[in-house]
């Protein structure tokens, strides 16, 4: 199916606008990274770059969620997981492409979940950013994990969420879930899978 033709130019008001960025993380996107995988996050890396730079030039908020591990977490010491992206290392860390700017939030996160025992729910508060007034963008990696996690929170909380799928890093195959859960009756009526390129600021 022609691109065009599936996904839609999507209208955003930038003043009501948050990109929300997923664990783009040396582990998970850098050679040498623990979890790294070239194949689905490469490609995806310069798509990240020219949304983030799109968002703040056009002024929309900038969120970063930054997955972190310590030594006693209990992946790893319950269910015996070899560690990574642990705390203050340089698995953690947010790869340089999409450096976090100074003024731009970081909500750390344990698990899968951005709002599981986060600041997420509080930090939105205290921007603003409510499910009545704002649209979010979620981007980054694992397309059928972390990102879907985030899809799903912002959804239940019923908000209007985008899903640029080409900013989305991951498998084939974890791509096409997430693309196709999104698009399910379940989910379209206030999510909407698209490309960045489509995205526009008005």
């Known amino acids: 199916m022609n691109r065009k033709k599936k996904y839609k130019n999507l209208p955003l008001d930038p003043r009501a606008t948050a990109l929300v960025v997923i664990d783009m993380e040396n582990d998970f996107c850098k050679p040498g990274g ?5 194949e689905g996050v490469d490609e995806v890396i310069p798509q990240c770059q020219k949304l983030l730079e799109k968002c703040r030039s056009a ?3 900038v969120i970063f969620v930054q997955s972190v591990r310590d030594e006693t ?3 790893f010491v319950r269910f015996g997981t070899a560690p990574f992206i642990l705390r203050d290392t340089w698995g953690s860390a947010y790869i340089e492409e999409l450096r976090p700017m100074q003024q731009e939030p970081i909500v750390e996160k344990e698990t899968h979940d951005c709002f599981h ?3 997420m729910d509080a930090l939105l508060g205290r921007l603003g950013i409510t499910p009545e007034t704002h649209s979010i963008i979620v981007m980054g990696v694992a397309a059928d994990v972390c990102v ?3 899809a799903i929170g912002f959804h239940v909380r019923h908000y209007n969420v985008v899903v640029p799928i080409d900013c989305c890093a991951g498998s084939p195959r974890g791509r096409h879930m997430l693309e196709q859960q999104m698009e399910g009756p379940a ?3 206030n999510v909407a899978v698209t ?8």
């Open 195 to 202: 490309h960045s390129d489509l995205i526009a600021f008005t």
């Open 34 to 38: 623990k979890r790294y995988h070239p």
């Open 73 to 75: 977490s209990p992946e």
């Open 59 to 61: 002024g929309a908020h």
């Open 117 to 119: 025992r986060t600041e």
């Open 148 to 150: 879907y996690h985030a």
């Open 187 to 189: 989910y379209n009526y």
